[in-house]
């Protein structure tokens, strides 16, 4: 069996601790079993994750003796606490510096399979064409939360527009972190679902992958900066609660979002790159 498994202990400061839960490890809590099927809930944002899950839930779950009900989210905070409370039995919507943040900040015990797709950030604009054009004190939206913030700070430092201070990791970095700002950019925090909403109020805003298509915009055609996707960090992927990572059901669920048959959905529904598979 092809192992994705990354455990968020890996990569957090504190080691988790896991429950003696899943598949051979005791009476499994996940999921509900009925004429030998397995419903699970998870947890997605709408669009790409959500379409994913449904393409999965309609075109493989049943062979795999599956049913997916997906629950969508648009408030990132809220899949990982739900997770953890055991009102769904999965989530599918973030990368690893931000359920490393979550796991830092909220102490949740979380696991996470390997990535799946990728959404590359981009700066959007509706009154200049490049970064070259913005202007002295152009106002920049910005996501709110420090992984996606340190994330779009990045795409910025990368076109050369601003420098970030050479001793903070980029996937932390926050606002206060830029050390050169030769436009006098003045940046304007707020959620992330929020950007696209009020793009029109600012010069240009780097928005999430998933929230420019929600938006219906393209980061590929409609952004004047693109995130590279190659050797990118923020694949999207499974999480599980620490302990249910071998649970059968999820095994199975995610083994079919590595599948072929999803690798070719994404590149069909997406073929400019707005989402990328990530496996």
Request: hydrophobic letters at 40%; glycine letters at 8%; proline letters at 4%.
């Amino acid at each position: 069996m092809r192992k994705h498994l990354v455990l968020a202990a890996a990569v957090a400061a504190t080691a988790l601790t896991l429950s003696a839960c899943g598949a051979g490890g005791g009476e499994s809590s996940v999921g509900t079993e009925a004429d030998g099927v397995t419903t699970l809930k998870v947890g997605a944002t709408p669009v790409p994750q959500g379409d994913i899950l449904n393409f999965v839930d309609e075109n493989l779950a049943a062979d795999a003796g599956l049913d997916i009900e997906v629950v969508e989210y648009t408030d990132y905070t809220l899949p990982n606490k739900a997770l953890v409370d055991g009102d769904i039995d999965a989530n599918y919507f973030q990368h690893m510096p931000y359920l490393q943040s979550e796991v830092d900040g909220q102490g949740y015990e979380i696991a996470a399979f390997e990535s799946i797709n990728i959404e590359p950030f981009a700066l959007f604009s509706e009154s200049v064409d490049s970064v070259d054009e913005l202007p002295d004190g152009a106002q920049i939206g910005i996501n709110n939360d420090p992984s996606n913030q340190g994330r779009a700070l990045d795409l910025l430092q990368k076109s050369g527009v601003i420098t970030l201070d050479d001793s903070v990791d980029v996937t932390t970095a926050t606002i206060h972190d830029v050390a050169e700002n030769p436009k006098n950019l003045e940046f304007v925090e707020a959620d992330a679902a929020q950007l696209a909403r009020t793009l029109a109020d600012v010069d240009a805003s780097v928005i999430n992958g998933n929230n420019a298509l929600e938006a219906g915009l393209s980061p590929t055609k409609d952004g004047i900066l693109v995130e590279e996707a190659e050797g990118n960090p923020y694949g999207n992927f499974l999480a599980v609660r620490s302990g249910d990572e071998e649970n059968e059901a999820i095994v199975k669920l995610d083994e079919l979002l590595h599948s072929d048959e999803v690798r070719t959905f994404i590149e069909e529904n997406w073929p400019d790159g707005e989402v990328a598979p990530a496996f």
